[in-house]
């Protein structure tokens, strides 16, 4: 590019201020929403990169192949002593076990809930955490020491220098002193090891279930020199869980797999549509800057016509083609770099914004954005360029010199256009549709009838400590329960928000054992009308009938319990409706008569399917559970009030209670989260696609201001020329649904397939998102089409 | 037919006041064909324009027939051009993105029900001798031809006046010659006719021609038969 075709570029850009804001602006918000995306799935895809040598580094998983069973599909966790059957069978096998669970700290007599792990000795080896303060080496080989992060040690020590000092933690239900022997610097947002003190895994392990297959206690990390090698014992697993696993488990160990992933995948696996989630949106980030892209190739070529005499002048004063191909190129790349800066500053602003409505900690990274977004101004430069450069180098100087008309691409140029038109629109459209069905979804699954009273429950999940006793339990409730406004109390060991839950076969006379596999809660008193379970059939427990009590099945020999299941449990066990259960007894070994059936209730994720489910009953408690209370009135005082008795009880085991609703929130704010920013980006999308298409409008407008004169003076009204401008453009658009739909369905359908209970597609979404999308366009249009159509006729006719 | 009584039209730019037309009063009869000339700026065109209700003057009169055109409304004045008007202009008009025949159906598209509308299309093509070009878009024809089609397309409407702008201004003198021909044969047809041109020989074929200068008619003269 010479001076002249800066200069010259300089002033078209100041004289047609509003071409370029479009052209800039557009591709300005399609960088950004680009960026600010790029920023969200790298983030999300770079788990634990931070970590030295993480690329050698593997998460053995468990995989249980048991369709319709709630054990089904994939744990991070393995069972405690994984690691040492596998150094047993494969010598050179390096590799470490961290469990991850809350530890409270005990300082003057409160306890503050912490996140804590139990290490093993060679954790800091393989796992290398940015140690600040202390012996690395040794911090984790005495069972008393304790690794702090840096937030913990200002927290516990604030001005002091924790090394040597004592902290009182009580873990799994022990309370002990331990000594700080190292501190380390917080771990970044980007991962899954979020642990801020660690202490050496006890030896021997404590836990009866340590060698249990298929329990789910550790993570069992391994690492590895080359892929190679994690493959060849990926190859060897099969045969040593087979050899392993079926000491313990007998023949179900066949259900049993045993993976070895790479602890950076890890992340994108540990929540349902996760993986879904980011590729979801860096395919709305692509598909917006493409969109961005598309409308700079429109306008330019648009404007392409109003230029022709000035490439005619350029060629008959001697300019080659590859000259104006270069100079229109250089052109494309300086407005894309123009528009690059502005994509940035937007982003940079949009930031906190984003960072708020997907509950993320972006930010910009320069050393990596400047030079990515430099490579970015090129690759759209050159393809936003390419197209008008090679347009606008073609026209033929004599022609356009001798003719008072401008050549504007002609019909194929427009054709062109249009087809960009549709395809942005078809984006655009299928967003919308994509944007509505997500919102109908959140909505969805936060209304829809659970199978529980939602509302008014208060889940007290302190009393599930391990450090709680029966004595202080049994008072706790009993003195929550005469709260005003308290109108029940239950426990159960799951409530709603707890995921983890036990499981058991039962066998079924006359079908082939082990049997289906169906969810226990043991529950107590009040369980069932406390949530507003439905019955459906039979009687729900109570203390009338001996066999209704689980605690009393402890003579010799299988003692029949008496249980109610669900609605879910009735079509797993092989029943053929509700009143045909009641009075069967299923379980060889365990066996259980059906007394009573209830309704489904998602206490878990609307992700996964409603487990079949046994209920027992016990009057009183053998494990200690999580208390639920039904409320009127406001939550908030009920926990203020619960929490107040809670500090005379128990004041050495910190006090947690949420409503069921807020529980239920951990399961709906990923999808939240996406919901907000897929729609962020769709509503982006969808504006560059209306800035490109009132700038196409202003310009097609603007090149037939003389046939809207000979069609004027032919007698044509104002409401036909409107028809007509506005016509033309809803043509393409309609076109445009026609490729939008199978899109948004296919993808749609894709989406939904990632909940258990979802909306259905209904062509109401596809024909309300058309709807919208035609009067967006008619409104973008609309004005323009006025004020041609109101032009006098003679002036339009002396308009060239 | 036509009278026009006391028309002005003034342009009113940011700072500068033009006046094109000073009190202008003109009658045209039915069946007649005017000729306008006057050297470039005179006020012909927007005089002509102002005749075809694509100018509103400023002050003044106009009556088409009974009718009192100044008091028309938009709307009015579309229906009114397509229904009683054709025009011809010197660079044709034609749409490019239109072949000759939908260009000649466009001076039907606006007009309520004309009744065999392909007939009409094509008797008007015929009549220009432009028939064998139907289907060609206006690039691929010659001036003369894309001339003659402009013509069909006013005509196409059975109009009951005729405005041509200098019709012949872009035309070699035989294709010139040619469409004078059409427009005198339209004429005797019965068809009246107001046309600006800057040529003498052509405005010799009308049976009046007025010479205008400064906005102002300055002469009026009958054809001697």
Redesign the interface.
Same mark, same amino acid.
């Given at each position: 590019m010479n001076r002249f075709a800066l200069l010259s570029l300089y002033r078209s850009l100041v004289r047609h201020k509003l071409y370029a804001a479009l052209n800039i602006g557009g591709l300005a918000v399609g960088i950004a929403v680009f960026l600010v995306l790029s920023l969200y799935v790298r983030f999300e895809t770079g788990y634990e990169k931070w970590l030295p040598g993480h690329d050698r580094l593997y998460l053995a998983e468990e995989y249980w192949d048991m369709p319709g069973s709630p054990a089904n599909g994939y744990s991070t966790g393995t069972m405690g002593g994984l690691i040492d059957q596998l150094r047993e069978d494969f010598p050179d096998t390096v590799g470490t076990r961290i469990q991850a669970m809350d530890a409270n700290v005990v300082r003057g007599g409160t306890a503050t809930s912490e996140t804590f792990a139990y290490a093993d000795a060679n954790f800091l080896d393989i796992v290398r955490l940015p140690i600040v303060a202390g012996d690395a080496a040794r911090a984790l080989q005495a069972p008393d020491n304790v690794l702090i992060s840096e937030t913990i040690a200002k927290r516990y020590f604030p001005g002091t220098n924790p090394i040597g000092q004592t902290m009182t933690l009580t873990a799994i239900g022990k309370t002990a002193n331990y000594r700080v022997a190292g501190i380390f610097r917080d771990l970044p947002p980007d991962t899954e090891l979020s642990y801020s003190i660690l202490a050496k895994t006890p030896n021997p392990h404590p836990d009866k279930m340590w060698f249990h297959w298929g329990s789910s206690r550790v993570w069992t990390i391994l690492r590895f020199d080359t892929p190679q090698d994690a493959a060849r014992l990926q190859e060897k697993m099969r045969a040593f869980v087979d050899r392993r696993g079926a000491k313990d488990q007998g023949p179900s160990i066949k259900n049993l797999s045993l993976k070895i992933t790479p602890l950076t995948q890890i992340h994108l696996q540990t929540t349902p549509g996760r993986k879904m989630t980011v590729a979801t949106l860096g395919i709305v980030g692509v598909l917006t800057l493409l969109i961005a892209i598309v409308n700079y190739v429109n306008l330019a070529t648009a404007r392409a016509g109003l230029r022709a005499r000035e490439v005619a002048m350029r060629k008959v004063l001697g300019a080659g083609r590859d000259v104006l191909v270069r100079q229109f190129l250089g052109e494309a790349l300086l407005v894309a770099l123009l528009s690059a800066l502005g994509g940035l500053i937007l982003a940079e602003l949009g930031l906190p914004m984003i960072n708020a409505a997907g509950g993320l900690t972006l930010s910009l990274d320069y050393a990596v954005v400047l030079p990515g977004l430099a490579l970015l101004a090129l690759v759209v430069g050159g393809l936003a360029g390419l197209y008008p450069a090679l347009l606008l180098s073609r026209f033929p100087a004599a022609a356009v010199l001798a003719s &008072? %008309?401008s050549p504007g691409g002609g %019909?194929a140029g427009a054709r062109v256009r249009e087809m960009l038109v549709v395809f942005q629109f078809a984006l655009a459209i299928a967003f919308m549709i994509g944007t509505v069905v997500l919102i109908a979804q959140t909505r969805h699954v936060r209304n829809t009838d659970v199978g529980f009273r939602r509302d008014g429950l208060v889940i007290v999940s302190s009393t599930a400590d391990g450090a709680v006793t029966e004595p202080q339990l049994t008072a706790f409730m009993a003195r929550a329960a005469a709260l005003p406004g308290v109108r029940s109390v239950t426990t159960s060991d799951s409530s709603p928000g707890s995921s983890s839950f036990n499981s058991d076969s039962y066998a079924v006379p006359g079908k082939p054992e082990p049997g289906p596999s169906l969810q226990a809660i043991i529950v107590s008193s009040n369980f069932f009308p406390t949530f507003g379970l439905k019955l459906i059939a039979g009687r729900l427990p109570d203390d009338a009938h001996r066999a209704d009590d689980s605690r009393n099945a402890t003579g010799p020999g299988p003692n029949v319990i008496n249980v109610v299941i669900n609605r879910e449990g009735v079509r797993a066990l092989g029943f053929s409706s509700p009143e045909a259960a009641l009075g069967k007894t299923v379980g060889r070994t365990n066996p259980r008569m059906i007394i009573g059936v209830v309704e489904n209730a998602r206490f878990f994720s609307p992700r996964d399917p409603v487990n079949p489910t046994m209920y027992y009953y016990q009057s009183r408690f053998s494990t200690i559970p999580r208390t639920t209370l039904r409320v009127e009135g406001d939550p908030r005082e009920t926990i203020a009030a619960l929490r107040a008795i809670w500090r005379q009880i128990a004041p050495q085991v910190p006090f947690e209670a949420k409503t069921a609703n807020q529980n239920m929130d951990e399961y709906y704010k990923v999808d939240d989260r996406t919901t907000r920013l897929f729609g962020i980006g769709a509503g982006l999308a969808v504006l560059i696609g209306c800035v490109g298409l009132w700038g196409l409008a202003s310009f097609n407008t603007q090149r037939r201001v003389?046939?809207i004169?000979?069609?004027? +003076? !032919?007698?044509? &009204?104002? +409401?036909?020329i409107v028809k007509l401008l506005v016509g033309q453009f809803l043509r393409p658009v309609l076109i445009a649904n026609l490729v939008a739909w199978p899109l948004a369905y296919v993808a749609m359908r894709a989406w939904l397939a990632g909940f258990d209970d979802r909306v259905s597609l209904s062509p109401l979404y596809f024909a309300g998102a058309t709807m919208l999308a035609l009067a967006i366009a008619v409104l973008t249009v609309l004005g323009q089409s006025l004020r041609a159509s %109101?032009a006098?006729?003679?002036w339009a !006719?002396r308009h060239d | 037919m036509i009278r026009l009584e006391g028309i002005q039209r003034r342009y009113v730019s940011d700072e500068v006041e033009t006046t094109a037309l000073h009190d202008i009063d003109l009658h045209v009869a039915a069946g007649e064909f005017l000729a306008i000339m006057g050297p470039s700026g005179c006020g012909k065109s927007t005089l002509l324009n102002t005749l075809g209700t694509v100018d509103r003057p400023t002050g003044g009169r106009y009556l088409f027939g009974d009718r009192d055109l100044a008091a028309m409304g938009e709307k009015e004045l579309a229906r009114f051009r397509a229904e009683t008007l054709g025009f011809v202009f010197q660079s044709f008009n034609l749409i490019d993105e239109l072949t000759i025949e939908e260009n000649v159906a466009l001076g039907l598209a606006y007009r309520g029900d004309v009744g065999d509308r392909r007939g009409r299309v094509a008797a008007a093509m015929d009549k220009v001798g432009i028939a064998h070009r139907a289907r060609h878009f206006p690039h691929q024809l010659s001036g003369g031809q894309q001339q003659r089609a402009a013509i069909a397309r006013a005509i196409v409407g059975d109009p009951k006046l005729i405005l041509a702008d200098e019709p012949t201004g872009n035309l070699d003198t035989a294709n010139g010659e040619q469409v004078m021909n059409i427009l005198i044969g339209l004429n005797d047809a019965g068809a009246t006719i107001v046309m600006v041109t800057h040529s003498p020989s052509h405005a010799d074929f009308a049976k009046r021609r007025i010479d205008m200068l400064d906005g102002r008619i300055v002469a009026s003269a009958m054809r001697a038969i």
């Amino acid at each position: 590019m010479n001076r002249f075709a800066l200069l010259s570029l300089y002033r078209s850009l100041v004289r047609h201020k509003l071409y370029a804001a479009l052209n800039i602006g557009g591709l300005a918000v399609g960088i950004a929403v680009f960026l600010v995306l790029s920023l969200y799935v790298r983030f999300e895809t770079g788990y634990e990169k931070w970590l030295p040598g993480h690329d050698r580094l593997y998460l053995a998983e468990e995989y249980w192949d048991m369709p319709g069973s709630p054990a089904n599909g994939y744990s991070t966790g393995t069972m405690g002593g994984l690691i040492d059957q596998l150094r047993e069978d494969f010598p050179d096998t390096v590799g470490t076990r961290i469990q991850a669970m809350d530890a409270n700290v005990v300082r003057g007599g409160t306890a503050t809930s912490e996140t804590f792990a139990y290490a093993d000795a060679n954790f800091l080896d393989i796992v290398r955490l940015p140690i600040v303060a202390g012996d690395a080496a040794r911090a984790l080989q005495a069972p008393d020491n304790v690794l702090i992060s840096e937030t913990i040690a200002k927290r516990y020590f604030p001005g002091t220098n924790p090394i040597g000092q004592t902290m009182t933690l009580t873990a799994i239900g022990k309370t002990a002193n331990y000594r700080v022997a190292g501190i380390f610097r917080d771990l970044p947002p980007d991962t899954e090891l979020s642990y801020s003190i660690l202490a050496k895994t006890p030896n021997p392990h404590p836990d009866k279930m340590w060698f249990h297959w298929g329990s789910s206690r550790v993570w069992t990390i391994l690492r590895f020199d080359t892929p190679q090698d994690a493959a060849r014992l990926q190859e060897k697993m099969r045969a040593f869980v087979d050899r392993r696993g079926a000491k313990d488990q007998g023949p179900s160990i066949k259900n049993l797999s045993l993976k070895i992933t790479p602890l950076t995948q890890i992340h994108l696996q540990t929540t349902p549509g996760r993986k879904m989630t980011v590729a979801t949106l860096g395919i709305v980030g692509v598909l917006t800057l493409l969109i961005a892209i598309v409308n700079y190739v429109n306008l330019a070529t648009a404007r392409a016509g109003l230029r022709a005499r000035e490439v005619a002048m350029r060629k008959v004063l001697g300019a080659g083609r590859d000259v104006l191909v270069r100079q229109f190129l250089g052109e494309a790349l300086l407005v894309a770099l123009l528009s690059a800066l502005g994509g940035l500053i937007l982003a940079e602003l949009g930031l906190p914004m984003i960072n708020a409505a997907g509950g993320l900690t972006l930010s910009l990274d320069y050393a990596v954005v400047l030079p990515g977004l430099a490579l970015l101004a090129l690759v759209v430069g050159g393809l936003a360029g390419l197209y008008p450069a090679l347009l606008l180098s073609r026209f033929p100087a004599a022609a356009v010199l001798a003719s &008072s %008309r401008s050549p504007g691409g002609g %019909r194929a140029g427009a054709r062109v256009r249009e087809m960009l038109v549709v395809f942005q629109f078809a984006l655009a459209i299928a967003f919308m549709i994509g944007t509505v069905v997500l919102i109908a979804q959140t909505r969805h699954v936060r209304n829809t009838d659970v199978g529980f009273r939602r509302d008014g429950l208060v889940i007290v999940s302190s009393t599930a400590d391990g450090a709680v006793t029966e004595p202080q339990l049994t008072a706790f409730m009993a003195r929550a329960a005469a709260l005003p406004g308290v109108r029940s109390v239950t426990t159960s060991d799951s409530s709603p928000g707890s995921s983890s839950f036990n499981s058991d076969s039962y066998a079924v006379p006359g079908k082939p054992e082990p049997g289906p596999s169906l969810q226990a809660i043991i529950v107590s008193s009040n369980f069932f009308p406390t949530f507003g379970l439905k019955l459906i059939a039979g009687r729900l427990p109570d203390d009338a009938h001996r066999a209704d009590d689980s605690r009393n099945a402890t003579g010799p020999g299988p003692n029949v319990i008496n249980v109610v299941i669900n609605r879910e449990g009735v079509r797993a066990l092989g029943f053929s409706s509700p009143e045909a259960a009641l009075g069967k007894t299923v379980g060889r070994t365990n066996p259980r008569m059906i007394i009573g059936v209830v309704e489904n209730a998602r206490f878990f994720s609307p992700r996964d399917p409603v487990n079949p489910t046994m209920y027992y009953y016990q009057s009183r408690f053998s494990t200690i559970p999580r208390t639920t209370l039904r409320v009127e009135g406001d939550p908030r005082e009920t926990i203020a009030a619960l929490r107040a008795i809670w500090r005379q009880i128990a004041p050495q085991v910190p006090f947690e209670a949420k409503t069921a609703n807020q529980n239920m929130d951990e399961y709906y704010k990923v999808d939240d989260r996406t919901t907000r920013l897929f729609g962020i980006g769709a509503g982006l999308a969808v504006l560059i696609g209306c800035v490109g298409l009132w700038g196409l409008a202003s310009f097609n407008t603007q090149r037939r201001v003389k046939e809207i004169g000979i069609r004027k +003076t !032919l007698g044509a &009204s104002a +409401t036909d020329i409107v028809k007509l401008l506005v016509g033309q453009f809803l043509r393409p658009v309609l076109i445009a649904n026609l490729v939008a739909w199978p899109l948004a369905y296919v993808a749609m359908r894709a989406w939904l397939a990632g909940f258990d209970d979802r909306v259905s597609l209904s062509p109401l979404y596809f024909a309300g998102a058309t709807m919208l999308a035609l009067a967006i366009a008619v409104l973008t249009v609309l004005g323009q089409s006025l004020r041609a159509s %109101r032009a006098a006729p003679a002036w339009a !006719l002396r308009h060239d | 037919m036509i009278r026009l009584e006391g028309i002005q039209r003034r342009y009113v730019s940011d700072e500068v006041e033009t006046t094109a037309l000073h009190d202008i009063d003109l009658h045209v009869a039915a069946g007649e064909f005017l000729a306008i000339m006057g050297p470039s700026g005179c006020g012909k065109s927007t005089l002509l324009n102002t005749l075809g209700t694509v100018d509103r003057p400023t002050g003044g009169r106009y009556l088409f027939g009974d009718r009192d055109l100044a008091a028309m409304g938009e709307k009015e004045l579309a229906r009114f051009r397509a229904e009683t008007l054709g025009f011809v202009f010197q660079s044709f008009n034609l749409i490019d993105e239109l072949t000759i025949e939908e260009n000649v159906a466009l001076g039907l598209a606006y007009r309520g029900d004309v009744g065999d509308r392909r007939g009409r299309v094509a008797a008007a093509m015929d009549k220009v001798g432009i028939a064998h070009r139907a289907r060609h878009f206006p690039h691929q024809l010659s001036g003369g031809q894309q001339q003659r089609a402009a013509i069909a397309r006013a005509i196409v409407g059975d109009p009951k006046l005729i405005l041509a702008d200098e019709p012949t201004g872009n035309l070699d003198t035989a294709n010139g010659e040619q469409v004078m021909n059409i427009l005198i044969g339209l004429n005797d047809a019965g068809a009246t006719i107001v046309m600006v041109t800057h040529s003498p020989s052509h405005a010799d074929f009308a049976k009046r021609r007025i010479d205008m200068l400064d906005g102002r008619i300055v002469a009026s003269a009958m054809r001697a038969i």
